[in-house]
């Protein structure tokens, strides 16, 4: 069955420091993967997807496919970063959106 | 400006209420989303929906219903609620093909007493 992992419910980094949120995904199609983020008290939206290949914020993320991974990093960490982080895998079949549990970010000044 | 709408905000209610959650986009996206998630933890799809008056229950099990008569509304509607209905519901919507992205509303907070 698809499935999304994120094994870290807390990170917590120093500013200037760099960060890296993992996400495992299991699944047997075509995988597509998105970074979706939501700060204190907005709504949750789009960071940036693999199909892109774009920096956003200072954040990439890399489609392994061998290691079923879609890591996300920033190589130096602001305070402005801190916020729920979740990766998203979307089905080729019927486009639904398979979450994982998140990952809430921290960064300390 | 083109945005997607959820109202209430907020909303506490007693057991056994009908409410209604609403969710309205102006973006003109054909599919749309109810989400629920408990604090600090993943989204679970609970109802979807392809377009004008296509509706299908999600992956969570879930007693609320929902209906799409208009492209832009997306309502939920629960018949009689009870405590364990207490959580965070979110509405989004998106358009079809790669790589689009999904855009959410700011998500209704229901608490059941």
């Known amino acids: 069955a698809q499935r999304v992992t994120q094994p870290e419910k807390l990170l917590s980094v120093f500013k200037g420091a760099p960060v890296e949120l993992k996400c495992n995904y299991s699944y047997s199609g075509s995988p597509e993967l998105f970074w979706y983020v939501q700060y204190s008290r907005q709504r949750l939206q789009l960071l940036l997807r693999h199909i892109s290949r774009e920096s956003i914020k200072g954040f990439t993320a890399d489609l392994n496919k061998g290691e079923t991974s879609f890591h996300l990093k920033k190589p130096f960490a602001q305070e402005e970063d801190s916020a729920m982080y979740y990766c998203a895998l979307r089905l080729d079949s019927n486009y639904q959106l398979i979450w994982g549990a998140g990952t809430k970010l921290i960064i300390k000044p | 400006e083109a945005d997607i709408y959820q109202t209430p905000r907020y909303l506490v209610i007693g057991t056994g209420k009908k409410i209604t959650l609403e969710c309205s986009q102006t973006?003109?996206?054909?599919?749309m989303y109810w989400y629920q998630q408990d604090p600090g933890m993943e989204l679970h799809l609970i109802h979807y929906?392809?377009?004008?008056?296509s509706t299908e229950k999600g992956d969570l099990s879930s007693e609320s219903t929902v209906s799409r008569i208009r492209t832009e509304h997306f309502p939920l509607t629960l018949e009689s609620a009870r405590p364990s209905h207490t959580s965070q519901y979110l509405c989004?919507?998106?358009?079809w093909g790669q790589g689009t992205e999904a855009f959410f509303g700011q998500g209704t907070r229901l608490t059941v007493v």
């Open positions: 989004a919507s998106s358009e």
């Open positions: 973006m003109g996206h054909d599919k």
């Open positions: 929906s392809y377009g004008v008056n």
